[in-house]
């Protein structure tokens, strides 16, 4: 119905959630969708329900479902792993352009590929700006800084190593397995 107020269901102050609130409070989801389906069984009419709700019915029919299998565990919000994609720069590459960023930090992404490339590993200047712009040093200022905050770690691990019995676990910037998967130029 278009002008039609969405009703909030969880609480009366106000005339809807938004996505991003409903993800912060997954009680206050569990609430709300609990109250869509409270709804619809005591109008006995799941098309009413929706329209008011502002919910489709496949998303109530996959909601009910949910809460009849799982209860109303069912209808919290579900934490999905982040998905790993097919092209991604390989996590050897990555730390490699990582160790050479913190070796030049002031060097563009252009000539850290090429510089990397001299060494005989294939990497183009976009694989460098984009795994920059992961770990968010895409700027020169940002990437110094980054380099101060590395070395301060190395600083500080190296003084607890000096202390005496104190065990400490070295910074290893990338380990010995993706190290050793690494082609090494011969000098």
């Known amino acids: 119905m278009p002008g039609a107020k969405r009703r909030c269901f969880c609480c009366a102050h106000h005339n809807g959630h938004s996505r991003r609130d409903m993800m912060m409070g997954g009680h206050k ?27 489709s019915r496949s998303h109530f029919y996959a909601m009910k479902k949910a809460y009849e299998t799982h209860g109303s565990e069912g209808l919290a919000p579900r934490v999905r792993r982040k998905p790993t994609m097919p092209n991604r720069t390989p996590a050897a590459v990555e730390q490699l352009i990582l ?3 913190r070796d030049n930090p002031t060097v563009s992404y252009i000539r850290l590929a090429e510089q990397i490339q001299l060494d005989g590993i294939s990497v183009t200047p976009g694989m460098v700006r984009y795994v920059w712009q ?9 990437r110094l800084q980054w380099v101060k905050k590395m ?24 380990p010995p397995a993706v190290a050793s998967s690494l082609p090494v130029p011969s000098p």
């Open 134 to 142: 992961r770990e968010g040093l895409s700027t020169r200022p940002v």
């Open 99 to 101: 160790s050479k960023t």
């Open 151 to 174: 070395n301060r770690k190395d600083r500080v691990s190296t003084q607890m190593a000096a202390l005496p019995g104190v065990p400490v676990t070295p910074h290893v910037e990338c």
């Open 29 to 55: 989801l569990i609430r709300a969708r609990l109250a869509i389906l409270t709804l619809a069984a005591e109008l006995k009419n799941v098309v009413k329900a929706c329209r008011l709700a502002g919910v």
